[in-house]
C-alpha cells in the first residue's frame, strides 16, 4: 500500500490545485452574468415564434394601466386576457404587453375579438398573442374569409288551387 504524507509535493499539489479548481467554479458562479426577467420572457416568446402551433382564440380582457393618458395621449395596454381551446380544453391566459407597446396598437383591440394563438405542444398553457416579430391580434372579426352569401331564392309559382 502506499503511504501517503501531506508532506509530500505531489500530495500538496494535486490539494493545491483542487482548492483552486473549486474556487474557480465558486467565483464563476457567484459573479456570472444573470438573465434579466424581460430577457427570459424576450426568449420564451422568440421559442414560441420559432416553434409554437398557432390556434383561434378569443380576446376576453384588456386590461390598461392605472395612470390615465394625459389628454391627446393612447391609452396603454398592460394586459390581454385571452382564452384557446385544444383537445376540448379551455385555456384562459394572459400576457403582459407593456415591453411591447410599439407592437400592440389600443385602438384596434376589441373585446370578443378573435384572435391568432401560438403556443406549446408540450405545455399548452404556454401561449402567447403577440411578440416582437410576430402578432396574432386582428383589426376586424371577419378575418377569416367566409363565402358570399347566395342570392335568394324566388319563391316557385305555385298552380293556382281550385
Known sequence: MFAHSLRDPHVIGVLAAAV???????????LRRRPTADEIERERRALLVRSGRIIDGTIL??????TPPEPGQEREIRFV?????????????????TALRDYVNPTELRLSFPCSVRYDIHRPENSIVVAENWSGLRTTADSVPTRPLSKPRKPHASAPVQ
Do not use: M, N, R
Not at 483552486?20 to 457567484?30: E, S
Not at 383537445?87 to 394572459?94: A, F, L, R, T
Open 20 to 30: 483552486v479548481c473549486v474556487g474557480a467554479v465558486v467565483t464563476w458562479l457567484v
Open 61 to 66: 380582457d384588456i386590461t390598461e394601466l392605472e
Open 81 to 97: 386576457l385571452y382564452k384557446y381551446e385544444i383537445g376540448g380544453v379551455v385555456y384562459e391566459c394572459s400576457q403582459e404587453v
